[in-house]
């Protein structure tokens, strides 16, 4: 399967459509598959595809009935017919888009590309046949699935004009992919997008670009126009040439006389920008800037906060097109949330903690008594996952303590990471036994050591996140048993130490 952003598209060549282009007929079951106890794979149907004219960006809508449930299985949508570019050129499209199903008569895809054209481009209509494929694991052999087809249903998806993206990803890691929709904070982001159906611009024809965006999500800063005659800046800018803007929404607008390629990166080009509102730099007033930083944000520890850039095009004589862009910024470490399991990981032998108390003749009451407190401390170890973090390159040995307050890791594991465990406080529950005559008690106390577990997550520059490591936090409990029998000292109830 190639991916091409969250569009999933596959050449059919073998069992599958049964579309009529395809000269298959029978392929798949024709009505339903038992695949485990209680659940029927039942055959969807398709009703529509919306809407029929799209731009990129859009979610595309795909309505039917008895689609199968996310934790079933899996939807695709089938397609096959042709796509007519602007320019008259005809190219055979067959492939399959991976849903994600809603519910039962819903599921969406996110159009992100052009994916029916060779060069990706090209604005044109698609016309042809569509059906739905559900597939569930098979229940006696899982590694093959069961497959339930629809009919098959004619589909027109018309393209219009568009703003493509060519980029969105850190300016400061060559090696991220040219679109990412993620990165972390602080981060130089560059985006480039292409308008695609506009035709050129040039100079007879320019075209007007705007960006909006939200401050303080993108941390953005204006310099005052020909404060250098070189660039990028190596260092800081100072405020006496600059200004980082405020809380709120700004615009940035600037013309481009060439090509259909737009790229915004400051850590590159000094680009001369109208600003809206307007800023004061040192005591003066500016609508005209150039943009010197266009930062990813800050964003609270273990936290994540989305960055949404309007970008626009219009042309000299009108036409306009607009794209709403978004990208996910992360803290490096995210530490997870603690599901509420704790378990025993070792139970230490039992001791007594007081003498042997006599029931006399005529018995007596005995509670619990200890002659010295006991305190454990709680403690944080994180397991590193080697693989996982070089993939994503983050180093082993890093300590996510150095990235997280113990703040955070309380709120993870619900509890005050820095608090100890003290004996005294746990018997205020007053254990006590009516001892027999002639009997003899005493009061005894168990450790045990628990562990709760919480994942912790790493984000890279590049939008990629992955499990580098497991959290562990040691706990303790304490265990009390007053005991009393014929002989001193009697055996304790507790049970016997034990290692988990």
């Known amino acids: 399967m190639v991916r091409h952003a969250s569009i999933f598209v ?81 190219y055979d499209f067959v492939g399959e888009i991976q849903l994600d199903v809603k519910n039962s ?65 850190s300016a400061d890691d060559a090696s991220c992919s040219a679109v990412t929709f993620a990165t972390n904070s602080n981060n130089n982001i560059e985006l480039g997008f292409k308008a695609i159906g506009l035709g050129e611009a040039s100079v007879e024809q320019p075209w007007t670009v705007r960006m ?58 000094a680009r001369r920008v109208k600003v809206s509102p307007p800023v004061t730099i040192g005591q003066e007033q500016y609508s005209e800037v150039v943009l010197g930083t266009l930062l990813a944000g800050e964003v609270a520890e273990g936290g994540k906060t989305t960055a949404n850039f309007v970008v626009e095009v219009e042309t000299n004589d009108g036409r306009s097109l607009r794209r709403l862009v978004t990208m996910d910024i992360w803290s490096e470490i995210e530490i997870g949330v603690w599901n509420g399991s704790e378990q025993i990981a070792e139970r230490y032998e039992a001791h007594a903690v007081s003498g042997c108390i006599p029931g006399g ?75 027999l005559p002639g009997y003899f008690g005493m009061s005894y106390r168990q450790l045990e050591r628990l562990e709760r577990k919480v994942d912790v997550i790493y984000h890279n520059a590049c939008g990629e996140s992955g499990t580098v490591g497991e959290a562990e936090l040691t706990n303790w409990n304490f265990a009390f048993d007053v005991a009393q029998g014929g002989e001193c000292p009697p055996p304790t109830n507790l049970p016997p130490a034990e290692v988990f």
């Open 10 to 90: 596959i050449a059919l060549a073998t069992c599958g459509m049964g579309l009529s282009t395809l000269g298959l007929s029978g392929c798949g079951p024709e009505a339903t598959e038992e695949t485990e106890p209680g659940f029927i794979l039942l055959q969807p149907k398709l009703d529509s595809v919306s809407p029929n004219a799209i731009t990129l960006g859009d979610t595309v809508t795909v309505v039917g009935k008895d689609f199968i449930e996310a934790k079933d299985g899996t939807m695709s949508l089938l397609l096959d017919g042709e796509y007519t570019d602007s320019e008259g050129v005809a």
């Open 105 to 169: 008569s819903i599921a969406e895809f996110a159009f992100e590309e052009i994916f029916f054209h060779p060069t990706r481009d090209k604005i044109g209509t698609w016309r042809g046949s569509a059906a739905l494929v559900s597939r569930a694991p098979n229940r006696d052999d899982i590694t093959t699935e069961d497959e339930s087809w629809s009919t098959d249903k004619d589909v027109s998806l018309r393209i219009e004009p568009s703003v493509m993206l060519s980029r969105l990803r």
């Open 212 to 269: 909006s965006f939200v401050s303080p999500d993108v941390a953005v800063r204006y310099v005052v126009p020909d404060a250098f005659d070189f660039w990028p800046i190596n260092g800081p800018l100072d405020d006496s040439v600059s200004t980082l803007v405020g809380e709120g929404t700004h615009r940035v607008e600037f013309e481009i006389d060439s090509g259909d390629n737009i790229i915004i990166d400051p850590t590159r080009t």
């Open 361 to 435: 003749q005529i018995g007596r009451q005995l509670t619990y008594s200890e002659g010295e407190t006991e305190t454990r401390e709680r403690s944080i170890d994180v397991k590193w996952n080697a693989a996982v973090s070089s993939g994503l390159g983050f180093t082993v040995g890093v300590s996510a303590f150095g990235l997280s307050s113990e703040q955070s890791w309380s709120q993870s594991f619900g509890v005050d990471v820095t608090e100890g465990i003290s004996s005294s406080t746990s018997t205020e529950q007053n254990i006590s036994v009516q001892l």
